[in-house]
């Protein structure tokens, strides 16, 4: 194996690898990551196997003596392609740990891409980690549906969505970022005292650069937007970045009909819907009340896990081991 450091001249191998591979998605894209480069030391890798073919990258930055997978990114960890058995994974695993063990590194923070976005199984990585001795140190739970495959929505739901089409709300993608921005920052200053993840210049100039994968869907009450959502689109999963409602929209079920509107015809077929996390205090608080507003949609839980390797004390050999004997 030989590991190359990333630089801006990568960027179309890494690019063209990422969208081939079985467990990317553009977030691992350098047209997405680079946007906040400047807030994060790169320490993004590039593995070649024996034949000199690219066999994995990995998005990473360093953090004192650490190296986090990735920390500008919801989930990070290596990026393989479809070829990549079991076997030759624990052999670009184990060339990473010795590589980062030998430059210094003492811990490694990975973060799982989450298996509802794998194009085909992908998680030889949690075994790896689990022969390394990992701590499971972060579980966080988003919610997510099957459209093809849903459960049926509460009774509460069913009564919302009704009064949201006598409304005479209309859902429709939109380019009106500004007066989603609006709602949505209103939204999460008066619920938590936080801002948006993204600023409204970043969100548009990520969807400037990724246009079918970062989509704008707004509930229009006459010429007013009075909610709407962000949805990162990838090949299995349509996620749900940002929701945001107003008073307005509260009170006629707008986020019913939105979502209703995305399920029963946007995204009818694709594989899943994530609604994101609802869990804060690295997984330990659950909100509650969150969880249930997605869940009578009709979402279910799945696992956002986070992984941290001593790297000092890992026994590297157990990536080594035949696992055929025994």
Not at 21 to 45: I, P, Q, V
Not at 47 to 75: C, K, M, Q, W
Not at 97 to 106: D, P
Not at 236 to 242: E, G, M, T, W
């Amino acid at each position: 194996m030989t590991l190359v450091s990333y630089t801006p001249e990568h960027a179309a191998a890494w690019n063209a690898f990422v969208a081939k591979s079985k467990n990317g998605t553009f977030l691992f894209n350098r047209n997405y990551m680079d946007y906040h480069r400047d807030r994060f030391e790169d320490a993004a890798l590039m593995i070649y196997d024996d034949a000199g073919e690219l066999a994995a990258v990995f998005p990473a930055n360093r953090r004192d003596r650490a190296i986090i997978s990735h920390g500008g990114l919801t989930y990070g960890g290596l990026v393989v392609g479809p070829e990549m058995g079991t076997p030759q994974f624990l052999d670009v695993f184990a060339a990473l740990a010795s590589h980062l063990k030998a430059t210094g590194i003492e811990s490694l923070e990975y973060k799982v891409v989450p298996s509802i976005y794998h194009l085909y199984p992908a998680e030889e990585d949690k075994y790896a980690l689990f022969l390394l001795g990992a701590e499971l140190y972060r579980r966080d739970l988003s919610s997510a549906i099957l459209p093809m495959k849903r459960l049926p929505l509460r009774k509460g739901r069913k009564s919302d969505l009704s009064k949201a089409i006598r409304s005479g709300l209309q859902v429709e993608e939109s380019g009106r970022w500004a007066e989603f921005w609006e709602i949505l920052s209103a939204n999460l200053h008066a619920k938590h005292g936080l801002k948006p993840v993204h600023t409204l210049q970043e969100i548009q100039l990520l969807h400037s650069r990724f246009p079918a994968s970062i989509r704008l869907f707004s509930v229009l009450a006459g010429s007013e937007a009075v909610a709407g959502t962000v949805i990162y689109e990838t090949p299995q999963v349509a996620h749900a970045q940002y929701i945001g409602c107003n008073d307005a929209g509260r009170k006629s079920g707008a986020l019913d009909i939105l979502l209703s509107h995305l399920l029963d015809q946007v995204y009818a077929s694709k594989p899943y819907f994530n609604f994101g996390i609802s869990t804060t205090n690295n997984g330990r608080f659950l909100n509650k009340g969150l969880a249930d507003f997605k869940e009578s949609f009709g979402a279910r839980s799945v696992s956002q896990d986070c992984y941290r390797v001593n790297l000092l004390t890992a026994d590297l050999s157990a990536l080594k081991a035949d696992q055929g004997n025994g």
